[in-house]
Nanobody, 121 residues
């Protein structure tokens, strides 16, 4: 069974940085499209970034230039480096595996438990 374990969330002031990590079990990590999504209270889960097996990346417009997604296949881990954080970035951030580079949650088969990111104004 594929499991995703996230870490790196927390509280940060506006303008600060956080680095989220997602460790993935199993032996198919290098073949997975990996994504990050987020969900704020009262809002739908939304796409943040994704990375394909070739390293191609895509970003939501609201994080472009601030966030960077990367992967280390040797460690079965995907990262989300978040810089210049805004109060509006406050949400639960979810790691997802086995997507198709589409930007909707339903494209992904496996999900982490989510990690809270809170950005104080």
């Amino acid at each position: 069974q594929v499991q995703l374990v996230e870490s790196g969330g927390g509280l940060v002031q506006a303008g600060g940085s956080l680095r989220l990590s997602c460790a993935v079990s199993g032996r198919s990590f290098s073949n997975y499209v990996m994504g990050w999504f987020r969900q704020a209270p009262g809002k739908e889960r939304e796409f943040v970034a994704c990375i394909g097996w070739t390293g191609v990346t895509y970003y939501a417009d609201f994080v472009k230039g601030r966030f960077t997604i990367s992967r280390d296949n040797a460690k079965n881990t995907v990262y989300l480096q978040m810089n210049s954080l805004k109060h509006e970035d406050t949400a639960v951030y979810y790691c997802a595996a086995d997507g198709t580079l589409r930007m909707t949650p339903s494209d992904y088969r496996y999900w982490g438990q989510g990690t809270q990111v809170t950005v104080s104004p």
